[in-house]
């Protein structure tokens, strides 16, 4: 197999955060700061930890994935980005809670100096939360136009040929598809007119890919997915991805799910609820971001257990996602499951899953992953949506003629395929005949 051509990663790489006071993005940029000072190990990040086999069993190759492709070394991610609040990151790593404050302490010198930029914000979009630090305009199309400028300024700033946007702002209300949505001339014209279907990660997500920056969504709100911005990053060749991160209960679904249907077990019941008490719990207690969440929770089952195929196993099945705002426990998210599933005859039986997970420490490293590996398909030419990378989402981005592959099984093989491929080497099957000769 022939190798893809893949432009070296010289240089700085920018990642460009909007939400950038969050716990997700301080998580990230704290948890990087504490690697590169031999504080503690990257762990849950494909790219520093996660290995790759390649070719035959008996070959005893694993190479760790960055010795196998070429990525950009932590030493080299410049951070900046945008938020409603005017503070620092050091406050602001204070205010989420994740890291503990020995760990704040200790980055209080790089943390102190990132400040964000002013942020495109709409409370018509993001209810719960209000903050000053927010650009002004009298178009969706000049606050665009003004994070271009913040684009191009920050990549200048610093001396940066390349840059990755990451969507790590809060979850936006519901916007089911608009005909707004349906082309980039109708999009471009309905910024101008300050239409309501356009909301403030859809103008992000439009500059960053005319700026050539590749585009992440780490949040379930639509952001660069829908057709007038994949028509975009085709025509430019900017490789994007989506939509919201696949970290604590969706995790547990889309690997349990999978083992019971490779079972032929049935199941007629999946009741999922979460407490949470960060910053995203509170803006998710208002309806219409929650719904814009359970619209990407909801969505994984269908997709692995295929009702439609298998209608004696799951057709009946009732599946509820709920979450609660519980500001006690803050960021240290606790969810429980109940499986109700049958087996043999229809003879009932019952899985009872309790998560106690750490929302922002299984977040950060899927952060860290999508901008190094978004920066390595930039380099090797893949323009448009990059559907190798659902591994990392609850609600993955893919062609309208497909279903999403949610089968967290699947999208491993097919994100490594997607790498051996780039790299010229031999595709895993699985056959194995080889070794029986
Ligand atoms: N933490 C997880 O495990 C997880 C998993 C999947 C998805 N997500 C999603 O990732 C996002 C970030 O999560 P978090 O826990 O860091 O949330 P957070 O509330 O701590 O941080 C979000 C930040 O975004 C800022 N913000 C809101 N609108 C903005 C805008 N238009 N421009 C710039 N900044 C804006 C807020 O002020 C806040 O500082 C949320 O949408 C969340 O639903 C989180």
């Given at each position: 197999?022939?190798k893809t051509?893949?432009a070296?990663?010289?240089?700085?790489?920018?990642v460009?955060?909007?939400?950038l006071?969050?716990?997700?993005?301080?998580t990230?940029?704290?948890?990087?700061?504490a690697?590169?000072?031999?504080?503690g190990?990257p762990i849950?990040?494909?790219?520093?930890?996660?290995?790759?086999?390649?070719?035959?069993r008996?070959?005893?190759?694993?190479?760790?994935i960055k010795?196998?492709v070429?990525?950009?070394?932590?030493?080299?991610?410049?951070?900046?980005?945008?938020?409603?609040?005017?503070?620092?990151?050091?406050?602001?790593?204070?205010?989420?809670?994740?890291?503990?404050?020995?760990?704040?302490?200790?980055?209080k010198?790089?943390?102190?100096?990132?400040r964000?930029?002013?942020?495109?914000?709409d409370?018509?979009y993001?209810k719960?939360?209000?903050?000053?630090?927010?650009?002004?305009?009298k178009?969706?199309?000049?606050?665009a136009l003004?994070?271009?400028?913040?684009?191009?300024?920050?990549?200048?700033?610093?001396?940066?040929?390349r840059?990755?946007?990451?969507?790590?702002?809060?979850?936006?209300?519901?916007?089911?598809?608009?005909?707004?949505?349906?082309?980039?001339?109708?999009?471009?014209?309905?910024?101008?007119?300050?239409h309501?279907?356009?909301?403030?990660?859809?103008?992000y997500?439009?500059?960053?890919?005319?700026?050539r920056?590749?585009?992440?969504?780490?949040?379930?709100?639509?952001?660069?997915?829908?057709?007038a911005?994949?028509?975009l990053?085709?025509?430019?060749?900017?490789?994007?991805?989506?939509?919201d991160?696949?970290?604590?209960?969706t995790?547990?679904?889309?690997?349990?799910?999978?083992?019971?249907?490779?079972?032929?077990l049935?199941?007629n019941?999946?009741?999922?609820t979460?407490?949470?008490?960060?910053?995203?719990g509170?803006?998710?207690?208002d309806?219409q971001s929650?719904k814009?969440?359970?619209?990407?929770?909801?969505?994984?089952?269908?997709?692995?257990?295929q009702?439609e195929?298998y209608?004696d196993?799951y057709?009946?099945?009732?599946?509820?996602v709920?979450?609660?705002?519980?500001?006690?426990r803050g960021?240290n998210?606790?969810?429980?499951d109940n499986?109700?599933?049958?087996?043999?005859?229809?003879y009932?039986?019952?899985i009872?899953?309790d998560?106690?997970?750490?929302?922002?420490?299984?977040?950060?490293?899927?952060?860290?992953?999508?901008?190094?590996?978004l920066d390595?398909a930039?380099?090797?030419?893949?323009?448009?949506?990059?559907?190798?990378?659902?591994?990392?989402?609850?609600?993955?981005?893919?062609?309208?003629?497909?279903?999403?592959e949610?089968?967290?099984?699947?999208?491993?093989?097919?994100?490594?395929?997607?790498?051996?491929?780039?790299?010229?080497?031999?595709?895993?099957?699985?056959?194995?005949?080889?070794?029986?000769?």
């Open positions: 197999m022939k051509k893949i070296p990663a010289n240089g700085k790489l920018g460009l955060i909007p939400g006071c969050g716990a997700i993005s301080t990230l940029i704290g948890g990087i700061e690697v590169k000072a031999g504080k190990k849950g990040s494909l790219t520093q930890m996660g290995r790759i086999r390649l070719g035959k008996t070959d005893k190759r694993n190479p760790l010795d196998f070429p990525l950009t070394k932590l030493d080299d991610l410049v951070f900046g980005g945008w938020d409603i609040f005017d503070e620092n990151l050091y406050e602001s790593a204070l205010k989420a809670g994740v890291l503990e404050k020995t760990q704040i302490e200790s980055l010198q790089e943390f102190s100096a990132l964000p930029m002013k942020a495109a914000f409370r018509d993001v719960n939360i209000t903050g000053p630090n927010v650009k002004k305009g178009t969706k199309y000049d606050l003004q994070l271009i400028v913040d684009i191009q300024a920050f990549k200048k700033d610093n001396g940066l040929d840059a990755v946007m990451i969507w790590c702002a809060s979850t936006e209300t519901y916007i089911p598809p608009n005909d707004v949505h349906s082309t980039l001339a109708k999009f471009e014209a309905g910024m101008k007119k300050n309501p279907a356009i909301s403030p990660s859809t103008l997500a439009w500059a960053a890919i005319k700026c920056v590749p585009f992440a969504n780490g949040a379930p709100n639509l952001s660069c997915n829908i057709p911005l994949i028509e990053a085709r025509k430019t060749g900017v490789p994007i991805c989506g939509s991160y696949k970290t604590g209960q995790l547990m679904k889309t690997i349990i799910a999978p083992g019971l249907k490779a079972r032929a049935g199941i019941g999946w009741f999922s979460n407490i949470l008490g960060n910053r995203d509170e803006v998710l207690d309806p929650f814009t969440k359970e619209v990407s929770k909801l969505s994984v089952l269908e997709s692995i257990l009702p195929i209608p196993l057709k009946d099945l009732y599946h509820k709920n979450i609660n705002y519980y500001p006690p960021d998210k606790e969810g429980w499986i109700d599933i049958f087996g043999w005859l229809g009932p039986m019952q009872k899953v998560f106690l997970c750490r929302d922002s420490i299984l977040a950060a490293p899927l952060a860290l992953d999508l901008v190094l590996f390595l930039k380099r090797a030419g893949m323009g448009g949506t990059q559907e190798w990378l659902s591994f990392f989402f609850k609600s993955p981005m893919h062609a309208p003629e497909v279903y999403a949610n089968d967290l099984f699947v999208q491993l093989e097919k994100f490594e395929n997607n790498l051996r491929h780039l790299m010229g080497e031999t595709l895993i099957t699985h056959l194995g005949t080889e070794y029986y000769r």
